[in-house]
């Protein structure tokens, strides 16, 4: 049974900063692409960041570019989204996805994605 467990969210102020982390499990993600989204209340949920399996290819949403950073370690199956300088706008459940091959240009679709966390609630003050 693949696993995509999200943790590190939390309460913070603006400005402050969080990391999250996405362990998988039940299958390797080592080849394929990976990728955060968000949802806010009332919102559709929306892409955040996405990596290529090698890391070497890296694509933000605009409205994070500069702030966040994702990475992954393939040899702990995981992926991380360091998020600095938080605003209260980026306050939603922050929910990692799992590919189901290489990263193709669509990233930012949510059909690009097989397999889902359970999303970790990320809450910014003011």
């Known amino acids: 049974q693949v696993q995509l467990v999200e943790s590190g969210g939390g309460l913070v102020q603006a400005g402050d900063s969080l990391r999250l982390s996405c362990a998988a499990s039940?299958?390797?993600?080592?080849?394929?692409?990976m990728g955060w989204f968000r949802q806010a209340p009332g919102k559709e949920r929306e892409f955040v960041a996405a990596?290529?399996?090698?890391?070497?290819?890296?694509y933000y949403a605009d409205f994070v570019k500069g702030r966040f950073t994702i990475s992954r370690d393939n040899a702990k199956n995981t992926v991380y989204l360091q998020m600095n300088s938080l605003k209260p706008e980026d306050t939603a459940v922050y929910y990692c996805?799992?590919?189901?091959?290489?990263?193709?240009?669509?990233?930012?679709?949510?059909?690009?994605?097989?397999?889902w966390g359970q999303g970790t609630q990320v809450t910014v003050s003011s």
């Open positions: 996805a799992g590919g189901l091959g290489p990263l193709r240009p669509f990233y930012t679709r949510i059909s690009e994605y097989g397999y």
């Open positions: 039940g299958r390797t993600f080592s080849n394929s692409g």
């Open positions: 990596i290529r399996w090698s890391g070497g290819s890296i």
